[in-house]
């Protein structure tokens, strides 16, 4: 089976989950939270080199407020799990505008990132506070200041991440758009869609992705 050097995956679908079992929105993002760490450990055990996963896009601050607390102490609790019991092979970065998050979230994000800088396993990029319009705007006026001709290796520099390109991008819970995801990445990425809920997804459904990537033909327009 040929495994993606780069996976990228829209979770989506906790509320729906939630929704299902007459449960509060917040148990689905607790369940999705569960996923995450199924899933990185998962990917990591494929030699998955990079795994990006969007958890709050610039458009979910619209959510009510009671949401996004709710989102926000699970990010935090998600934050202190990697502080105090960190997986010496995973290294933690963020694709994130770092503008709106909360003062203390900001700061256990840096330290995590400081402290799995070092690890050689799978890299977890996580998109929080994230919107790749807002990261494309970031990196013109990133160009601009550095005053660099705006090629191709420059431009991509000046994103949040250089990281190599997706080479396969999920979807969970149905829905077939980006939702402002790596517009610019996305340039020759492969797509999967699923009906499961991010809750409901976990290694096996991860091995059917693969599994469908594996056989897919690349051709990058050549
Ligand atoms: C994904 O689940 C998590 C976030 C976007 C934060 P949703 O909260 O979007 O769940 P649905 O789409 O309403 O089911
Ligand atoms: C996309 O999900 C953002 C994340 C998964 C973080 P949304 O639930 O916010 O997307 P839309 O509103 O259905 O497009
Ligand atoms: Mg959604």
Not at 60 to 72: D, F, G, H, S, V
Not at 120 to 146: C, F, H, M, P, V
Request: proline share 4%; with cysteine; aromatic share 10%.
């Amino acid at each position: 089976m040929k495994i993606p050097q780069h996976i990228a995956i829209i979770m989506d679908g906790n509320g729906r989950w939630a929704k299902a079992k007459n449960l509060p929105r917040t148990k689905g993002h607790k369940e999705g939270a569960a996923s995450v760490e199924i899933i990185t450990k998962e990917a990591n055990k494929l030699g998955v080199k990079y795994l990006t996963l969007y958890a709050f896009s610039t458009e979910n601050w619209a959510r009510p407020k009671t949401e996004i607390i709710a989102l926000m102490n699970l990010l935090e609790e998600t934050l202190d799990k990697f502080l105090n019991n960190p997986d010496k092979n995973i290294k933690i970065i963020f694709s994130s505008s770092r503008k709106k998050l909360p003062a203390k979230i900001l700061k256990k994000m840096q330290q995590v990132e400081k402290e799995s800088a070092k690890n050689k396993g799978l890299t977890l990029n996580l998109a929080i506070d994230y919107g790749s319009r807002q990261e494309i705007l970031e990196a013109i006026s990133k160009l601009q200041k550095k005053n660099l001709k705006p090629t191709k290796a420059n431009f991509e520099k000046c994103l949040y991440n250089n990281l190599p390109d997706p080479d396969l991008i999920i979807r969970t819970s149905g829905e077939q758009r980006l939702s402002n995801f790596l517009l610019w990445q996305a340039a020759y990425s492969e797509f999967y869609f699923t009906k499961t809920l991010w809750p409901d997804f976990r290694e096996k459904e991860l091995l059917e992705a693969i599994k469908d990537f594996s056989i897919r033909q690349r051709r990058f327009g050549a």
